[in-house]
């Protein structure tokens, strides 16, 4: 008589077998089965016991192992090993075009800011078809969800919150807080009826203090491998600060720093530290308290993270690949199973770092096991049928070149700060040099994800100019200036005018940026000082220049993306209301106010993770669609022109020089054929001021005598003269699509 089941071997034995449904899913696998599903209720158990919550207890041992993300990742790959399903797809090129493709209006979810109805879980309420209506009559064909795994840490036998909005990640499993994984199948399920897709998240660069990271601690195997992590002698112990009561680690300061690095226990300084704050995270580097080992050896260690110091960073090049295999597992984890299309890669430029020459710092950013982790990552995506796009505030260059084998999308963090600039200062000087520096440095639009506002800052801080060509010479207001001395001038423009007028609802974030949403932003541009002060009469000027930015993002090739602060118009929640949020510095959480899409819990204040309601100026999507002047639904008519002509996919030629500080225009080729054979030009034409603009668009792209009309209502608005230009006019805070119809040629002459 044999005994129960173990778990391995009823992994064997139910493990998925993979088929293909051409029609449906083409060249992707069926939803496999994870640990999770085969764990019933046994992991989630409460545990109430007394015993000891370290390396010694092996009954603890177990009960970590059960819920590490390396364990899920090994059985999960043995689920697609060996399946004709992976070899089905082209995996080792990105394909842009491909990519948008499927989906080129996103709509960006921030899960615990979504308002629901009472009982009702996030996940939920983006299955709610009703919404997928609103966001097809829109034009919005993908959902990203935002991180909805569960996040933070584990300390003893209890869960810690997350330190950073889910983006500390401790499990492949979905976080109960915001649904279960049989919602969100029933979610992408009801996307695809809307002809919309779902695109989810993984977290390449670091992970949360949970399982794997208290495993690792604890020398467990190969779990060590997973981190950037040292382990310090005993008899150094003397180097390393004391950890208060209460944590398990400290960060280290620079002096530590430099005198471990001298010892040859860490590579010592990076170029930056990230979220920088004087005796909170001044290096990159923590050290933990000790630690029993399952062993029985006491160990400290010291370990890297770029971010926060419940962000400890994943070791790419570990002879383990444990780290590897964890990111891996993740992603095949919301493809293969929750049946998501595409992925975002999280600040994944932070994936290798190396020694550099004495007396300089590590080299951190750019690295060259960046790019080849990346084209594993994103190989990996593509071979089950998916698509990727990356989060990489790096250098033009570094977002080039990780594009070329990585990601097939890049977020756009070229022009997005270019272009509030270019609105609060009234002049697109800049976001010309951003948008034609891109150009040269062959980072097409095509191939960047435009965004409105998420859930981060106002990101300014223009590390293309005040990095790698910090001593570089540019043409900027009538003189030159160096890349460093740009970035300055542009970073005190933005602080002076979106912070300054309005102290009591913008705020800077660290060196990283300012905290603020689009609407909030405007209101400054405008002179608002308190939010109170924005009355009935305010709302149609704001949501005109809020329609100007979404012109400028989705008349251009490449992804739209918008969230729900924008589509609804919402400010800032006051400090006060999330006073403990931002105690430590991070002030973003006033832009992160809880919104209702649909207008369904009208009397809640809180969304269902705690987050205080915001002003909405717009109001919720229903209401809006039934408003031909609302926001929600010229914006409607804005996607509408985009889909019609194609210009996601379309080719940008040319940024010309302007007539008036204020006006932008982009000159791009598109897909599609004229009568006459030939590729029909199109320009967007755009007005960042609020006053009128008269002027004269000029450009050696531009075909003479071909007529100029407006796709809004077709009309013929001029003729391309022989200098190649034409006269325009522009509303305040106005947008215009133009369409070239050339001449057709005259019939040749027969003999």
């Not at 005598?705 to 034409?726: K, Q």
Request: glycine residues 8%.
């Amino acid at each position: 008589m044999t005994g129960p089941d173990t778990e391995e071997e009823i992994l064997e034995r139910d493990a998925s077998e993979i088929t293909y449904d051409e029609q449906l899913y083409p060249a992707r696998p069926r939803r496999l089965r994870p640990r999770a599903n085969l764990r019933g209720g046994s992991l989630r158990r409460s545990f109430s016991d007394p015993r000891s919550a370290n390396g010694l207890n092996p009954a603890y041992i177990e009960w970590l192992v059960r819920q590490a993300m390396l364990k899920d990742a090994d059985v999960l790959s043995r689920q697609l090993s060996g399946q004709p399903s992976m070899w089905r797809n082209p995996y080792a090129r990105p394909d842009a075009r491909r990519a948008v493709g499927i989906s080129d209006v996103w709509f960006t979810a921030y899960p615990i800011s979504i308002m629901t109805r009472p009982g009702e879980s996030f996940l939920a309420a983006l299955a709610e078809p009703e919404l997928w209506e609103a966001f097809q009559a829109i034009g919005i064909n993908g959902v990203h969800t935002g991180p909805v795994k569960r996040a933070g840490g584990i300390v003893g036998w209890g869960e810690t919150p997350s330190v950073d909005g889910h983006f500390d990640r401790i499990s492949t499993e979905i976080d109960p807080a915001f649904g279960d994984e049989e919602t969100f199948r029933r979610m992408t399920d009801v996307a695809e009826e809307h002809d919309g897709i779902i695109i989810d998240d993984i977290v390449p660069g670091h992970t949360g203090k949970g399982a794997d990271f208290r495993l690792a601690e604890m020398a467990f195997k190969d779990y060590p491998g997973i981190y950037h992590m040292v382990e310090i002698p005993p008899e150094e112990w003397g180097l390393l600060p004391e950890v208060p009561a209460g944590r398990d680690s400290v960060n280290l300061d620079s002096v530590t720093e430099a005198a471990l690095a001298e010892h040859g226990y860490i590579i010592g300084e990076l170029q930056r530290v990230i979220f920088y704050q004087p005796g909170v995270k001044e290096t990159n580097w923590s050290a933990t308290a000790p630690v029993i080992g399952v062993d029985g050896v006491t160990r400290r260690w010291v370990y890297l993270h770029y971010f926060k110091e419940g962000q400890p960073s994943v070791n790419w090049l570990d002879p383990t690949f444990a780290g590897m295999r964890l990111v891996i597992g993740d992603a095949l984890h919301s493809l293969g199973d929750l049946g998501t299309s595409a992925l975002r890669l999280d600040a994944n430029g932070f994936l290798g770092v190396e020694k550099s020459a004495e007396g300089l710092p590590a080299w951190s950013e750019g690295h060259p096991l960046s790019h080849a982790a990346n084209q594993i990552i994103a190989g990996m995506v593509r071979k089950v049928g998916g698509f990727s796009f990356q989060e990489l505030n790096l250098t033009i260059e570094d977002i080039r070149d990780t594009g070329v084998v990585g990601a097939d999308l890049s977020y756009d963090f070229i022009n997005r700060p270019a272009y509030h600039h270019a609105l609060a200062t009234g002049d697109t000087e800049f976001l010309r040099l951003t948008l034609r520096t891109s150009l040269e440095l062959g980072v097409e639009p095509v191939s960047l994800v435009h965004g409105l506002q998420n859930h981060d800052e106002l990101t300014y801080e223009l590390v293309h100019w005040a990095t790698l060509h910090k001593d570089d010479v540019y043409g900027y207001k009538n003189g030159e200036v160096t890349g460093a001395e740009l970035a300055e001038s542009v970073r005190a423009d933005l602080t002076a005018a979106l912070t300054e007028p309005a102290a009591d609802y913008n705020l800077v974030f660290t060196t990283n940026g300012i905290a603020c949403t689009t609407a909030s932003l405007i209101a400054a541009t405008r002179g608002h000082e308190t939010l109170d002060s924005i009355g009935d009469d305010d709302v149609a000027p704001i949501r005109d220049a809020h329609l100007l930015l979404a012109a400028f993002n989705s008349w251009q090739p490449g992804v739209f993306a918008l969230s729900g602060w924008d589509l609804l118009g919402m400010l800032t929640v006051p400090r006060s209301e999330v006073a403990d949020l931002i105690a430590e510095g991070d002030t973003r959480w006033i832009e992160r106010g809880a919104l209702d899409l649909l207008g369904q819990s009208p009397e809640a204040t809180k969304s269902p993770s705690g987050m205080p309601r915001a002003r909405s100026l717009y109001g919720a999507l229903p209401e809006q669609l039934a408003e031909p002047d609302s926001f929600a639904q010229r914006l409607r008519g804005m996607l509408a022109v985009r889909a019609k002509y194609g210009i996601a996919t379309a080719t940008q030629l040319d940024i010309p020089n302007v007539a008036r500080p204020g006006m932008l225009v982009l000159v791009h080729e598109l897909l599609d054929l004229d009568e006459n054979g030939v590729p029909v030009m199109q320009i967007t034409a755009l007005n960042f001021t609020d006053e009128a603009i008269e002027g004269t668009i000029h450009s050696e792209s531009l075909p003479p005598r071909a007529t100029v009309v407006d796709a809004a209502d077709d009309t013929e608005i001029g003729v391309v003269d022989d200098l190649r230009s034409f006269p325009i006019s522009l509303e305040p805070y106005g947008a215009r699509f133009l369409i070239l119809r050339r001449e057709e040629p005259e019939p040749e002459e027969t003999a």
